[in-house]
């Protein structure tokens, strides 16, 4: 199991560097493939750092390289795409539809995501709408296992300064010790057990699609 390579969408964001720094030091991993638009500045062995055009699809099938495992950790929010919600699809829907496409053409086997508790393309809601439009789209192809990790509020230090974001995440830390039975789902959940999780999860063998809530991600984070 010491001969695997993943490779990872999204490594400069909150969970995408938790996912990082989780595979860096995992001893199953012997290549880490991060594609970025920007030079990380970090150096490791067996990290590869690939200055990626998503907007190009040759650069980004030959910048993708061989593996085993998909991490898509992209994502972006409105406040960056300043209400242009064709450039939102374009980065948390367009980027992990063609990385999916791309994986299968090179016969990865797993890919995992991160989605959102109440995804739904029948949403009204165009954040959730537009995950569940991501979910259904990855179904279609055929990978041996595609693991859909939905957290509700994600804790954790972001470099950029999110008020609003702030603000929800100091009141779900509050409440969330209420949220039990079917509720237990929406409970905060650290972006570093997230990444734990979904780096555990892409060691098991299962096959098929898995959804992974809160109590799911908190007890493979555990494991």
Sequence with gaps: MNELTAVVIGATGLTGNFVLSELLKDE??????????????????????????????????????????????VGTTQKKAKGDKIYYATIDH??????ARIGVSKNLK???????????????????????????????????????????????NRTENRTGEKIAQTIMELVSFMFLGSLKKYRAIGANNVAKAMV????????????YQYAEMMNLARS
Excluded at 30 to 55: C, D, G, S, W, Y
Excluded at 94 to 99: K, L, M, Q
């Design 110 to 156: 797993k890919f995992l995501i991160i989605s959102a508790i109440g995804a739904n393309e029948n949403s009204s809601n165009f954040y959730l709408n537009l995950k569940g439009k991501n979910e259904n789209a990855l179904k279609q192809f055929p990978f041996v296992s595609l693991g859909i990790f939905q957290p509700s509020i994600l804790n954790g």
């Design 94 to 99: 367009d980027i992990p539809v063609n990385a």
């Design 200 to 211: 555990n999860e892409s060691k098991q063998q299962n096959t098929g699609v898995h959804y």
């Design 28 to 73: 199953n991993f012997k290549t880490v493939r991060i594609l970025v638009r920007r030079n990380m500045n970090i150096a490791h062995p067996k990290l590869q750092q690939e200055i990626v055009n998503f907007n190009d699809i040759d650069d980004f099938t030959k910048k993708f390289g061989e593996g085993d495992v998909i991490f898509s950790c």
